[in-house]
């Protein structure tokens, strides 16, 4: 987490330990070209109650979500299940930083020791973070998929999708995301394994470019397609392109948060030693912040975006004492 003593020794996702505790020979030396020491070159620090505080809100919100789609069963469908893995890939994002601005902690101030025991600790949790990470980009992209079906084969979807495959996906995915996320954490001394993970973000985020760029080109064509059906085909098709929207604030949320950390990368890759690259590592921490709001944003979205699931909330938070007042304010 965040990193305040002499060489802090471990940082969120194992690579802190290498780009940002410490300041290139040649970026040193730019200090008296107009940097000032102890300025750009030092570690931003953030207070660990803030990450702790963050970490919580997060966990109470996401479990919140988890909760919700378990206990409504108007929302046992495929998206949710996927809106339920990412919610479950966010808050273990923000508990395993928020645990390991403790471990940090105990890290800089316990004996060799206990050091030893609290660095493997630490290792755990990274491995924890890298693989919610992966997670949760592959949970985008299930969310993504999950929508151009319904879209784009709207007929053929409950044949598609059915529980047993949402299933399998999500086994399948939390599965190699683990497998990933302890790999990771072992080779991390290589930056191999950074470049692995930056590109598998980037890949990523082109398939869901590729899938949302023929999705909504082709979105209008299709609805009047449905439309000319019996039934109530506009109204579904509506409601599935509301789905889609919500996808990409989701997916425009997420991209905001992370783009920072994985810039951060991209830099301790390609110029660890430029004093501009350095200055931009030295807000690592910052950076991390962001990452533990993108997890405590989601929920608020699927609250703003699905009645269904607002409105399970509510259920939830509100308990029976209070029902008349949820009542209440249910009305204004």
């Given amino acids: 987490m965040n990193s305040t003593h002499h060489h802090r020794m471990h940082t969120s996702l194992h690579f802190r330990n290498h780009s940002t505790h410490r300041v290139p020979s040649n970026a040193s030396e730019s200090l008296g070209k107009g940097y000032s020491e102890g300025g750009c070159y030092e570690q931003l620090f953030v207070s660990p109650e803030v990450f702790v505080t963050l970490g919580v809100i997060s966990l109470l919100e996401n479990i919140l979500v988890i909760?919700?789609?378990?206990?409504?069963?108007?929302?046992?469908?495929?998206?949710?299940?996927?809106?339920?893995?990412?919610a479950v890939?966010?808050?273990?994002?923000s508990v395993s930083n928020g645990s390991e601005t403790?471990?940090?902690?105990?890290?800089?101030?316990?004996?060799?020791?206990?050091?030893?025991?609290?660095?493997?600790?630490?290792?755990?949790?990274?491995?924890?973070?890298?693989?919610?990470l992966l997670a949760s980009i592959c949970s985008l992209l299930s969310i993504a998929v999950d929508r151009y079906l319904t879209i784009f084969y709207a007929l053929q979807y409950h044949s598609i999708m059915t529980a047993r495959r949402v299933g399998v996906v999500l086994s399948c995915i939390w599965a190699a995301c683990t497998v990933a996320g302890i790999l990771f954490i072992i080779y991390s001394d290589s930056s191999v394994v950074i470049i692995c993970l930056i590109s598998?973000?980037?890949?990523?985020?082109?398939?869901?470019?590729?899938?949302?760029?023929?999705?909504?080109?082709?979105?209008?064509?299709?609805?009047?397609?449905?439309?000319?059906?019996?039934?109530?085909?506009?109204?579904?098709?509506g409601a599935n392109m509301k789905g889609a929207i919500t996808l990409t604030i989701l997916i425009g949320v997420f991209v905001v948060c992370w783009a920072p950390f994985f810039l951060h990368l991209i830099f301790y890759i390609s110029c660890p030693q430029n004093p501009y690259c350095v200055c931009f590592m030295s807000h690592f921490n910052l950076y991390l912040i962001l990452i533990m709001c993108n997890s405590i944003i989601d929920p608020l979205i699927y609250a703003l975006r699905s009645q269904e699931l607002r409105k399970t909330f509510k259920e939830i938070i509100c308990c029976y004492p209070l029902g008349s007042l949820c009542d209440l304010s249910g009305r204004y």
């Fill in 89 to 93: 890939a966010d808050m273990l994002v």
């Fill in 67 to 86: 909760v919700a789609i378990a206990k409504n069963k108007n929302l046992h469908s495929p998206m949710y299940f996927f809106i339920c893995s990412l």
């Fill in 102 to 132: 403790i471990v940090i902690t105990l890290l800089n101030s316990t004996d060799a020791h206990a050091q030893r025991f609290t660095v493997d600790i630490d290792n755990v949790i990274d491995s924890v973070i890298c693989s919610s």
């Fill in 200 to 237: 598998m973000f980037f890949t990523m985020l082109a398939l869901m470019a590729s899938l949302y760029v023929h999705m909504f080109l082709m979105a209008r064509l299709h609805m009047k397609r449905i439309a000319v059906l019996p039934g109530t085909g506009t109204i579904r098709q």
